[in-house]
């Protein structure tokens, strides 16, 4: 399977809690996303990589969320102090370098108790 | 003001029956694009089909057509010959050129029922 994969699927954590998601894009992508969803609504805009290069940050992304993609291949997101109204999908997205369309994993449903 | 604007939260479609899905955006860049992405229950958010605000004609992948009409700023998906396993919800999301990466802004969906 060539496609954009996250781990894990689910994640049940207790408010207070750190936790960390991974995401591998489509290996030829250059760029990678993160959105979250939030029930009933689409998605929206966390954070954007260029290679390794983290360009944009949403508003939305607090000071407890930070973002990584080392040698810009896989990329991790991590919430300290989870609050219960992080609960949500955690989506990855991948695009490549000449084209627009951004391919989306199975994405993360965390679950803050 | 909303960005992207998906007015039918739910539908139910006939099988083997057409259903046109509506989308309005509101954009001041020149140069942007429009998709529309499917997400069953699995949640997986998977690609179907995409505009350039260039593009002369009107995009099509298989059963999905995209009725663009540049002036009225709307972006209509249609999906002909409904199936069963056309039931999902469905996003219509835009790029901007000026913004980052082209990251995307997504309306609220719209979910489909498709009846046998």
């Known amino acids: 399977d060539t496609g954009v994969s996250q781990n894990p699927r689910h994640k049940i954590t207790k408010r207070g809690q750190n936790v960390t998601f991974r995401c591998d894009p489509i290996s030829e992508h250059n760029r990678l996303y993160w959105y979250r969803q939030t029930l009933g609504q689409g998605p929206e805009f966390l954070t954007y990589f260029q290679n390794e290069a983290q360009l944009e940050k949403s508003r939305l992304l607090s000071d407890r969320f930070s973002a990584e993609r080392p040698k810009g291949s896989f990329s991790t997101l991590e919430i300290q102090r989870t609050e219960q109204g992080d609960s949500a999908m955690y989506l990855c997205?991948?695009?490549?370098?000449?084209?627009?369309?951004?391919?989306f994993g199975p994405g993360t449903r965390l679950t803050v108790t | 003001a909303q960005k992207i604007t998906q007015t039918q939260p739910g539908m139910f479609v006939q099988e083997k029956e057409a259903v046109t899905l509506d989308c309005t955006y509101d954009t001041s860049d020149p140069s942007y694009g429009l998709f529309w992405y499917k997400q069953p229950s699995s949640g997986e958010m998977i690609f179907l089909i995409y505009?350039?605000?260039?593009?002369?004609q009107n995009a099509t992948e298989g059963r999905y057509s995209l009725n663009f009409q540049k002036a009225r700023k709307s972006a209509n998906l249609v999906i002909s010959a409904s199936q069963l396993g056309d039931s999902a919800m469905y996003f219509c999301?835009?790029?901007?050129?000026?913004?980052?990466?082209?990251?995307?802004?997504f309306g609220g969906g719209t979910r489909v029922l498709v009846k046998p």
């Open positions: 999301a835009m790029r901007e050129s000026f913004a980052a990466g082209n990251k995307l802004t």
């Open positions: 505009q350039g605000s260039y593009d002369q």
């Open positions: 997205a991948s695009s490549p370098r000449d084209g627009y369309e951004q391919y």
